[in-house]
C-alpha cells in the first residue's frame, strides 16, 4: 500500500504542474475542476491518464494516513506493545518529531540547493523555513503559498496527528475516535468550498483525521486489524475483491462531484487500494513492495527532481518529461535513503 501511495503522490505531483491539465480538488472543492474532469472523461484524449493522475493522486495521502494510524495501534496497544513511559506525552512526540526530521532535513536541505541553481527560485523567509524545520508552518496564514516545495506540507500534518493520538486516542475507547472524526467533519461541512477557512482546516489535521481514524479503528478489531499482521489466515475469495476494487472506484469518481459526499472519498480510496494489493500477481506485487521500502525517501526526494525536470513538460514533451521523471525519482530516492539510513535513530 505504501508503493502504491508514493507512486500516486509522486506522479500527481508532477502531472498537476503542467499548465493546461486538470488541477485536483484536494483542500478546497472548486466546481471549475470538476467541469474540467468531466470534460476529459467525456472527450479523452492521449493525456487522459495524466488528467486523472493530477486530479486523482494526491489520495495517495489518505492511504500514508491510514497506515500511520493503523501502525500506531499495531506499535503501541497490541497485547505486546512497545512500551511508554507513563505520562511521557512529550517523549513521545519528540520521538517522532525526530523521525520526521531526519526525513525532512535531508530532503529539505537538498532541494534548496537545486533550487537556488535553477532559474525561478523561490523567495524563502527565515521566519517560514524555522516554521518547516519545527513542523508548524501548516498553522500560518495561507499555507499554500508559504510553504515549498508543496508536499512537505504532510510532515506538520503527521506531527499534529501524533500529538492527537498521543493526548486524545492512545489506548482510549474507540468511540473517541469516532467522534474526534465526525467533530473534524463537522468543522468541514459549513465552510465555503471554495474559501480560505476550508483551506487552513485541511492543511491540518481536521482535514487528515478521517483516514487515520479509519487506520486506528481497523487495526483495534481484532477480525480485521490483527489478521494483517498473521498471514496464514483464510485467504477472501478473488471475486469480493475485484467486486471491491470496481465499486470503490465507481463511487470515488462519482463522490468527487458533490460537495458533501467528496470528503468521504478517501474511505473508497482505502478500499480500492486494499484490493489493488490483493489483486496483484507475485512480480507486480514485488516491484510495488520494493517501493514501498523507499517510500519515505521517495518522498521528500520527488520534489528534488520535479524541479529540475517539470521544464520538459512545460516545453510540451509530456511523456518524456515523466518518463525521465519517474526513472530519475526512483534512482535519486535510493540515494537519499543511504544518507537517511546513516543518520542515527532516535529512541524512545
Same mark, same amino acid.
Given at each position: 500500500?505504501?508503493?502504491?501511495?508514493?507512486?500516486?503522490?509522486?506522479? #500527481?505531483?508532477?502531472?498537476?504542474?503542467?499548465?493546461?491539465?486538470?488541477?485536483? /480538488?484536494?483542500?478546497?472543492?472548486?466546481?471549475?475542476?470538476?467541469? &474540467?474532469?468531466?470534460?476529459?472523461?467525456?472527450?479523452?484524449?492521449?493525456?487522459?491518464?495524466?488528467?486523472?493522475?493530477?486530479?486523482?493522486?494526491?489520495?495517495?495521502?489518505?492511504?500514508?494516513? @491510514?497506515?500511520?494510524?493503523?501502525?500506531?495501534?499495531?506499535?503501541?496497544?497490541?497485547?505486546?506493545?512497545?512500551? %511508554? &513511559?507513563?505520562?511521557?506525552?512529550?517523549?513521545?512526540?519528540?520521538?517522532?518529531?525526530? +523521525?520526521? %526530521?531526519?526525513?525532512?532535513?535531508?530532503? @529539505?536541505?537538498?532541494? %534548496?540547493?537545486?533550487?537556488?541553481?535553477?532559474?525561478? &527560485?523561490?523567495?524563502?523567509?527565515?521566519? /517560514?523555513?524555522?516554521?518547516?524545520?519545527?513542523?508548524?508552518?501548516?498553522?500560518?496564514?495561507?499555507?499554500?503559498?508559504?510553504?515549498?516545495?508543496?508536499?512537505?506540507? @504532510?510532515?506538520?500534518?503527521?506531527?499534529?496527528?501524533? *500529538?492527537?493520538?498521543?493526548?486524545?486516542?492512545? &489506548?482510549?475507547?474507540?468511540?473517541?475516535?469516532?467522534?474526534?472524526?465526525?467533530?473534524?467533519?463537522?468543522?468541514?461541512?459549513?465552510?465555503?468550498?471554495?474559501?480560505?477557512?476550508?483551506?487552513? %482546516?485541511?492543511? /491540518?489535521?481536521?482535514?487528515?483525521?478521517?483516514?487515520?481514524?479509519?487506520?486506528?479503528?481497523?487495526?483495534?478489531?481484532?477480525?480485521?486489524?490483527?489478521?494483517?499482521? #498473521?498471514?496464514?489466515?483464510?485467504?477472501?475469495?478473488?471475486?469480493?475483491?475485484?467486486?471491491?476494487?470496481?465499486?470503490?472506484?465507481?463511487?470515488?469518481?462519482?463522490?468527487?462531484?458533490?460537495?458533501?459526499?467528496?470528503?468521504?472519498?478517501?474511505?473508497?480510496?482505502?478500499?480500492?487500494?486494499?484490493?489493488?494489493? +490483493?489483486?496483484?500477481?507475485?512480480?507486480?506485487? /514485488? *516491484?510495488?513492495?520494493?517501493?514501498?521500502?523507499?517510500?519515505?525517501?521517495?518522498?521528500?526526494?520527488?520534489? *528534488?527532481?520535479?524541479?529540475?525536470?517539470?521544464?520538459?513538460?512545460? +516545453?510540451?514533451?509530456?511523456?518524456?518529461?515523466?518518463?525521465?521523471?519517474?526513472?530519475?525519482? *526512483?534512482? @535519486?530516492?535510493?540515494?537519499?535513503?543511504?544518507?537517511?539510513?546513516?543518520?542515527? +535513530?532516535?529512541?524512545?
Amino acid at each position: 500500500m505504501r508503493g502504491i501511495a508514493i507512486l500516486a503522490i509522486m506522479l #500527481h505531483n508532477y502531472c498537476h504542474f503542467i499548465g493546461r491539465i486538470v488541477q485536483e /480538488n484536494e483542500y478546497q472543492f472548486f466546481a471549475s475542476n470538476n467541469q &474540467r474532469l468531466w470534460q476529459v472523461l467525456t472527450h479523452p484524449d492521449a493525456l487522459l491518464p495524466v488528467h486523472l493522475l493530477s486530479y486523482f493522486g494526491h489520495y495517495g495521502v489518505p492511504v500514508f494516513l @491510514f497506515l500511520s494510524g493503523f501502525g500506531l495501534v499495531m506499535k503501541y496497544e497490541t497485547p505486546s506493545p512497545t512500551p %511508554l &513511559r507513563e505520562g511521557g506525552a512529550f517523549q513521545f512526540v519528540k520521538y517522532h518529531y525526530l +523521525k520526521l %526530521l531526519r526525513l525532512l532535513i535531508v530532503g @529539505f536541505s537538498i532541494f %534548496l540547493v537545486v533550487d537556488v541553481l535553477v532559474p525561478g &527560485r523561490f523567495h524563502f523567509h527565515w521566519y /517560514n523555513v524555522i516554521a518547516q524545520l519545527l513542523m508548524y508552518i501548516n498553522v500560518l496564514p495561507e499555507p499554500d503559498k508559504i510553504i515549498w516545495p508543496g508536499i512537505y506540507w @504532510f510532515f506538520g500534518l503527521m506531527i499534529q496527528l501524533y *500529538i492527537v493520538y498521543r493526548l486524545f486516542l492512545y &489506548r482510549q475507547k474507540s468511540i473517541w475516535v469516532v467522534a474526534l472524526i465526525a467533530v473534524c467533519w463537522l468543522l468541514q461541512v459549513f465552510c465555503d468550498p471554495e474559501g480560505e477557512t476550508l483551506n487552513r %482546516l485541511r492543511y /491540518n489535521f481536521i482535514g487528515g483525521m478521517l483516514p487515520f481514524g479509519l487506520g486506528i479503528l481497523f487495526a483495534r478489531i481484532p477480525t480485521l486489524g490483527l489478521k494483517c499482521s #498473521h498471514p496464514g489466515t483464510k485467504a477472501v475469495p478473488r471475486w469480493e475483491y475485484i467486486a471491491a476494487l470496481l465499486l470503490s472506484t465507481a463511487c470515488i469518481v462519482a463522490m468527487s462531484f458533490w460537495y458533501h459526499s467528496w470528503f468521504f472519498v478517501p474511505v473508497f480510496i482505502i478500499i480500492g487500494t486494499v484490493a489493488s494489493v +490483493k489483486l496483484m500477481p507475485g512480480w507486480m506485487l /514485488n *516491484i510495488v513492495t520494493w517501493i514501498g521500502s523507499i517510500s519515505a525517501a521517495m518522498f521528500v526526494a520527488h520534489p *528534488i527532481v520535479r524541479r529540475l525536470f517539470i521544464t520538459i513538460a512545460w +516545453k510540451q514533451d509530456i511523456y518524456d518529461g515523466l518518463m525521465l521523471y519517474v526513472l530519475v525519482t *526512483i534512482a @535519486f530516492s535510493w540515494v537519499v535513503k543511504q544518507l537517511i539510513d546513516r543518520i542515527p +535513530k532516535p529512541k524512545l
